[in-house]
């Protein structure tokens, strides 16, 4: 037992490192989750769709803005991206700190109140402009694989240092899957 705790302690920022990537991995399955939910969407024309999609769109964008600000070594810098996808980091960036978490007038939603008269009285009709892209920008769904790859990329360091560092093998729990998590009772 005693040599098993020197060990950890020789190798206690490795598992700081762990920890924090170990954060992100909630994140990083939440992304793919809804960019796949985003990749199957099918539109209608009706309120119940709009507000399916507005649901989804917002859920990106936060889990997004989320990971990519995770923290130290949790997070990612927009430099870590292939150039094709730094603008659309920066407008998901931008859709969040605008339209989602602070409604400060986003060019993708515009208001559109309308007053009538109509038998002696004004009549206030409320409306909104939204623009949306059915399914998210296709770009969304190859960053959220670039993402998937660097992060198994970060993991597969830390353990390898582990390794190097101790001369012992390290594995990742395995456990159940989310769908096999309502058989565990």
């Known amino acids: 037992i005693a040599d098993n705790r020197a060990v950890l302690s020789s190798v206690s920022k490795e598992i700081s490192r762990l920890s924090k990537l170990s954060a992100s991995f909630v994140n990083l399955e ?10 199957d969407y099918r539109f209608e024309k009706t309120m119940d769709a709009v507000l399916e999609l507005e649901i989804l769109v917002t859920a990106f964008v936060v889990t997004y803005t989320r990971l990519s600000q995770g923290g130290a070594f949790s997070g990612f810098e927009k430099s870590e991206l292939p150039q094709r996808f730094g ?45 949306v892209q059915i399914g998210g920008a296709p770009e969304w769904a190859e960053m959220v694989d670039f993402l998937d790859e660097l992060y198994a990329n970060r993991m597969d360091k830390v353990m390898a240092r582990l390794e190097k560092k101790t001369g012992k093998k390290w594995a990742l729990a395995k456990g159940p899957g989310p769908e096999e998590l309502d058989d565990v009772s």
């Open 30 to 39: 939440t992304l793919k989750y809804v960019r796949d939910r985003l990749k």
């Open 87 to 131: 603008c659309f980091h920066d407008e998901i960036l931008e859709l969040r700190n605008q339209r989602f978490a602070h409604n400060d007038g986003h060019h993708t939603i515009q208001d559109a109140l309308e007053i009538g008269f109509h038998d002696e009285r004004f009549i206030f009709n409320l409306g909104q402009e939204m623009r």
